[in-house]
């Protein structure tokens, strides 16, 4: 029996899905089969926890139409370890968890707590589950550390996504067993580029090289001798030489799928044997490595593009800012120090503008976003946050890095093997209606069609950067599209308006780049590739996977030339790309946890302090305001903003008040008070300066500025 929602459509009885918990006491049930999320009230969720899978039934609807929903049964309870901070509160122990998505404390027996004290950072976990009438029960399995040690947020942050921080004992002692260097039979088979100055180019602290670059003038076209193009050779660390399918080494780099970056610290994907001697490009040591070799014309079009083994001797390790310096004073100081590169530099630098140029024809999508790094001092506090900024050097290199992982994603799709592919869809619908009518808000002419192209965003982004909201408006555009994924179903990389992309370039640090390695290296060979043993699927798995088969349902391999056949090779590899994909979004976000952490507590020390700053994002419950001083953001809620009723305008991106009419719009400057650091739930509240204060009221100040251009 199926009941019936209010517009008739049928309801199952029992729907299954994934528990998400809110700190403040409700959950949702993320449904399997992609429906909209259910909510269940506090009392539901006083026998589950976050992350539990349960079979749920729709009680009622509320007002708003949305599904509330009855717990039935609980399918499935996994391992997870909770960290937390352990108290005892009047004689009891207790772990109270540091993820507010879980809702209960731990009751722990004072045997089961062990060495810990009050007080400290410990893991538990649970011995018996939450129950109607009960809390779960749970014991002390690993002591962290006090709150303040310096690098807690980041052992917090590990734990608390499940990133893997270890190596297995195999994988430590099969590295160990690897040489100190090239040896003499590993040059069998492969082209000696040993005399070819190839350098590598990264930033000040970079500790291990995946790349590296040569640049000369060629004849690309036609019968001359004068030259018409450049030769670009690409040159990436052959990991697969040394990381064998199905190995030790393979089975943990496989589960981490990719290396995670923290402030002052990084958990590789490859133990530092490998990621920072034996694979890393390293100058004046021969490495293995495997080489895209391209010939580019005028027009910043490969023509043509072989891959093959080699060994390569790097001749300078560079950084952005040395190279930065040579292109813009060929006789300076630093072009002095390595006279000898100068040349090469000019002639990557002149490749690297024909490469632009033919990105800007094919009409790619190149945003400008404010990116920040943080800068920490040796205990792990915040000096400051500074802006990260990107030279020509950074283009140059990103440029050539596109180039190849182009040629590879050709390269295996005529090679007729399968493989993964990085692949980036156009805005959805629901996300495209909202960047339309925020732009029609703001009378941007240059609208977008039903099925935007890449160059219509470029084209907006274009007729936009000298507007003073111009961030504003790029951030919109980019918060429109679909994160990319890795899929061995083929269907372009939308914003690099690519019809084939992937990833060859970093197999030091990604998982899928090495799965490419193998691939280029079967074609070349005329063998099948083999895939390692595949992970057992978790809940970031599902997601995706109902988002790439909802995607290959309506898609067609080779962007619409050839019938998908769902083979069952076809979907390993899938699993293989959900597996990477999943675990990629695991480490930007536990990354991102450890910079809100490090935020929050860097904004503990300025409470109650002024800041000018700019409304970032606009929601029904207030504005997140971005300090331009700190590039430090917090929310400013709508009950802040004064006594009359305010009503959010989700096609404007903004906040009207009914009586006033005063208006808080994306890009409005405020001035703002930091009122309140959460530190647990990473969370900064600001308040705007009244009238009585120093400044004039910021909402009218942005009103009036608005009102007077006649926009938002």
């Known amino acids: ?120 950072i410990v893991v538990a976990e649970l011995t018996e589950p939450p129950a109607l009438y009960g809390q779960p029960v749970g014991r002390v399995k690993e002591v962290l550390g006090e709150i303040d040690d310096p690098g807690m947020e980041i052992e917090i942050a590990v734990r608390k996504y499940g990133v893997p921080h270890e190596f297995s004992e195999a994988a430590v002692a099969q590295a160990r067993t690897l040489p100190d260097h090239v040896l003499p039979s590993d040059g069998k088979g492969r082209i000696d580029l040993t005399d070819v100055p190839l350098v590598t ?53 496989y589960e981490r799928a990719t290396s995670v970056y923290f402030p002052r610290r990084v958990i590789p994907m490859l133990p530092e044997k490998l990621s920072n001697g034996l ?68 002639h990557l630098h002149d490749v690297y503008r024909a ?14 976003t404010v990116e920040t790094e943080i800068i920490c001092d040796e205990a792990g506090r915040i000096q400051r946050i500074a802006p990260r900024t990107r030279n020509d050097a950074h283009k140059l290199i990103e440029e050539a890095m596109l180039a190849a992982n182009v040629c590879a994603a050709d390269f295996i799709a005529q090679g007729k093997q399968p493989g993964l592919y990085r692949v980036h869809d ?127 349902a309506s898609s067609k391999q080779n962007n619409g030339k050839q019938p998908i056949r769902r083979t069952a090779e076809l979907q390993a590899w899938e699993a293989a790309g959900l597996h990477c994909s999943a675990n990629e979004r695991r480490a930007d976000e536990a990354s991102r946890d450890v910079q809100a952490w490090l935020k929050c507590k860097y904004m503990r020390e300025h409470l109650g302090e002024e800041y000018d700053g700019t409304v970032s994002a606009v929601t029904g419950f207030g504005l997140f305001v971005t300090l331009r001083q700190l590039y430090v953001e917090g929310l400013v809620h709508i009950t802040e903003l004064g006594g009359e009723y305010f009503r959010f305008d989700e096609a404007r991106q903004e906040l009207r008040g009914e009586r006033t009419g005063i208006r808080y719009g994306l890009g409005a400057k405020v001035r703002v008070q930091v009122s309140r650091v959460d530190l647990d739930a990473r969370k900064i509240d600001f308040r705007p300066v009244r009238e009585s204060d120093a400044s004039p009221p910021p909402a009218k100040a942005a009103g009036a500025k608005r009102a007077g251009r006649g926009k938002i």
């Open 201 to 253: 180019i990264d930033g000040e602290d970079a500790r291990d090289f995946d790349d590296a670059v040569y640049c000369q003038p060629a004849v690309v076209s036609g019968r001359g001798k004068k030259p018409n193009g450049w030769r670009l050779l690409v040159a990436i660390a052959d990991v697969s030489h040394y990381v064998k399918t199905g190995s030790a080494l393979d089975a943990d780099a």
């Open 426 to 552: 156009g805005p959805p619908p629901e996300k495209l209606e909202v960047l339309q009518g925020y732009l029609t808000a703001l009378g941007i002419g240059h609208g977008l069609s039903q099925e935007p192209r890449p160059s219509e965003f470029q084209r907006i982004a274009q007729a936009t950067q000298e507007r003073p909201d111009a961030e504003q408006i790029h951030t919109m555009l980019l918060r429109s599209m679909s994160q990319a994924l890795y899929t061995p179903v083929n269907s372009g990389h939308f914003g690099l308006a690519f019809q084939a992309y992937t990833h060859f370039t970093s197999p030091i640090r990604r998982y899928p780049d090495l799965l490419v390695h193998r691939v280029i290296k079967a074609i070349l060979a005329g063998r099948k590739v083999r895939l390692p043993p595949l992970p057992t699927p978790g809940e970031a798995h599902a997601k995706l996977g109902k988002r790439l088969q909802k995607n290959s």
């Open 355 to 368: 490469l632009l140029a033919a990105r800007q024809a094919r009409g790619a999508v190149d945003l400008e």
């Open 279 to 346: 694979c890393s490009l390293n100058p004046q040591v021969e490495r293995l490595c495997m080489v895209c070799d391209m010939l580019v014309n005028a027009q910043g079009e490969v023509t043509a593009y072989q891959f093959y083994p080699a060994v390569m001797r790097s001749h300078a390790r560079l950084t952005y800012t040395e190279v930065a310096a040579i292109l813009t004073n060929t006789h300076g100081p630093e072009a002095q120090r390595q006279s000898a590169r100068v040349q090469e530099l000019l």
């Open 1 to 120: 029996m199926k009941k019936e929602t209010k517009t008739g459509a049928a309801l199952p009885d029992e729907i299954e899905g994934t528990v998400q918990g809110h700190r403040d006491g409700h959950g949702f049930v993320s449904r399997d089969d992609g429906g909209a999320d259910i909510y269940l009230p506090p009392g539901e969720m006083r026998a589950v926890l976050h992350r539990d899978r349960v079979k749920v039934r729709v009680a009622r609807h509320d007002r708003r139409g949305r599904p509330e929903g009855r717990v039935l049964e609980i399918v499935e309870r996994p391992r997870q370890p909770i960290i937390g901070r352990l108290l005892a509160e009047g004689g009891v122990w207790l772990v109270a968890p540091e993820d507010k998505r879980y809702g209960q404390d731990v009751l722990v027996a004072k045997p089961a707590a062990g060495q810990a004290k009050a007080g400290q």
